[in-house]
């Protein structure tokens, strides 16, 4: 048995500090053990670790030097662009996804969907050095790995022999896809290809779907369809999804209900007003949604910084968040939501909830989204993973 108590300390914000016993990874009531480690938080907030349920670590340059983006325009230009990336690093990918995953450990994330490409410029070079990058971080973080068919399934020969491939090999958890009507032109065949996979092989699915108004509208119905067909429920999530947040009223209900019906998740990165999801009104429709941190300093876009607490304060300006619940609830959405989507346990900090938090300085949680503080400590199952920044694994 391990036990320490983390004394001192005010979890979500609350006004009195009080000390955290942990007894095996679990919080616990009751006095602490003889022996246990005491750690004094300094009347520091604690706050749940996050989710990063939709980030893409293959295809990063974080720490590596400087990269010039060329003009690129459209999905293709993009696809390209990564290829040539990839082809110009130096560093192996698994190091620079390690090493970009274990930052965000240090910023307080617990698990992340990473979404590795699979597409004969690549074969399936992303999903081994992820997969070697989540070997190593198994005591810090929790990765579901995703086949991503950035430049589209049957667009790009070889794509759908090699999405076979990983799935028969276990090397992902979900088989992707990608905006079957407005990039693959194969709504059906798309759909077919990839729901087929993920039923063979007993993988989830995870489509990426950017297309707007009618063409995403009716890949999302397609979708719905095929997860109810194979019984997939639970299993399914479709990412972006800019189609919804052009619904309103009885439209947006009537389309979260079936969403929630058929237990599809859905993802935003908070990209802009016009594009971000209505998270709250998808959770009361009973809609799991996560939020996550996208491409990071890739060949798409200089920015990203795999923070998911900076990405719930870009969610909340996004939805125009200005009252104290609206700012809350943006870190909810980063933390409780994205657990929900991913399948981890709710974390609230009392008795009986997993031992996984972070600490910060601050009054309250809604100034902590406004302010994004240092996270001084960050702890995994009752063990202290990261202090002031630095991963504190072996």
């Known amino acids: 048995m391990t036990a320490t108590v983390f004394r001192n300390v005010r979890p979500l914000g609350a006004t009195e500090a009080v000390d955290l016993t942990v007894v095996d990874g679990v ?3 009751g006095p602490a053990p003889e ?3 005491v750690v004094d938080c300094g009347g520091r907030i604690a ?3 996050m989710v990063d349920a939709h980030i893409h670590p293959d295809k990063t340059a974080w720490g590596e030097p400087w990269v010039s983006r060329k003009p690129a325009s459209g999905i293709a230009e993009f696809a390209a662009a990564d290829a040539e990336l990839y082809r110009s690093q130096t560093t192996p990918l698994k190091d620079r996804a390690q090493r970009l995953m274990a930052h965000a450990v240090t910023r307080g994330t617990r698990a ?3 979404h590795v490409d699979v597409a004969p410029a690549f074969g399936l070079a992303g999903v081994e050095g992820v997969g070697a990058a989540r070997e190593a971080l198994r005591d810090a973080v929790d990765v579901q790995i995703v086949a991503f068919p950035q430049h589209g399934v049957l667009r790009a020969p070889g ?6 491939e990983a799935a028969r090999t276990g090397g992902i958890d979900i088989v992707g896809g990608i905006d079957p009507i407005g990039f693959d032109e194969a709504l059906d065949a798309q759909l ?5 996979i993920a039923d063979r092989h007993g993988v989830g699915v995870d489509i990426h779907l950017h297309d707007q108004s009618v063409p995403g509208l009716t890949a999302v119905h397609a979708i719905i369809d095929r997860t109810r067909a194979l019984s997939l429920q639970g299993k399914v999530s479709i990412s972006h999804a800019f189609c919804v947040p052009g619904l ?5 209900d009537r389309m979260g209900a079936e969403l929630a019906d058929a237990g599809i998740s859905l993802t935003t990165v908070a990209p802009s007003r016009p594009l971000v999801l209505p998270t709250r009104r998808l959770r009361e429709l009973g809609v799991r949604v996560g939020l996550g941190s996208d491409g990071v300093r890739d060949s798409w876009s200089p920015f990203g910084n795999a923070d998911m607490l900076h990405r719930a304060h870009l969610l909340a300006r996004a939805q125009g968040a200005r009252l104290d619940e609206e700012l809350a609830d943006a870190f909810r959405v980063a933390a409780d939501d994205g657990a929900r989507v991913v399948g981890l346990p709710h974390l609230d900090l009392s008795a009986g909830s997993p031992a996984d938090f972070f600490l910060v300085r601050g009054e309250c949680l809604p100034q902590v989204v406004v302010d994004l503080p240092a996270r001084d400590l960050v702890v995994r199952a009752g063990r202290v993973v990261a202090r002031d920044g630095e991963l504190l694994l072996p």
């Open 192 to 196: 077919d290809l990839v729901f087929g």
């Open 248 to 252: 309103q009223g009885v439209e947006l």
């Open 47 to 49: 706050l749940p670790t």
């Open 27 to 29: 919080i616990v009531d």
């Open 159 to 164: 794509t759908a022999e090699l999405l076979e």
């Open 35 to 37: 022996g246990a480690e």
């Open 112 to 114: 992340m969907r990473a």
